[in-house]
């Protein structure tokens, strides 16, 4: 069974950086994408970034692009975003979700497509 945990949330001053974690057990090979999403109370979860296992490639959205850099430890299937420049405009949770195997639309930010889920972890941003 596929789980996920995130780590490193927590509270940061705008302008600060933060590094989010999110362990990855239970899969096997390297078709699947992992991803970070964002969620503010009371809406739908959004794409921040996107990494290929089996492409070793990375896709950022629009919402913080420039501002954060996803990564993989393949050795460890640990999943990484760092996270520059905050703004109190990114305080929200921020959840890792798996998605596989990739289909033909690749590791695109749908939440609707991302089967796994880790529990979040609270990101908030200071002025």
């Known amino acids: 069974q596929v789980q996920l945990a995130e780590s490193g949330g927590g509270t940061v001053q705008a302008g600060g950086s933060l590094s989010l974690s999110c362990k990855v057990s239970g899969i096997t090979g390297r078709n699947y994408c992992l991803a970070w999403f964002r969620q503010y109370p009371g809406k739908k979860r959004e794409g921040v970034a996107t990494?290929?296992?089996?492409?070793?490639?990375?896709f950022y959205t629009d919402s913080m692009k420039g501002r954060v850099t996803i990564s993989h430890n393949n050795a460890e299937n640990t999943l990484y975003l760092q996270m520059n420049s905050l703004k109190s405009e990114d305080s929200a949770m921020y959840y890792c979700a798996m998605k596989t195997p990739i289909d033909s639309y690749g590791c695109r930010p749908d939440q609707a497509t991302y089967r796994a889920w880790g529990q979040g972890t609270q990101v908030t941003v200071s002025s």
């Open positions: 990494f290929s296992r089996l492409g070793e490639s990375m």
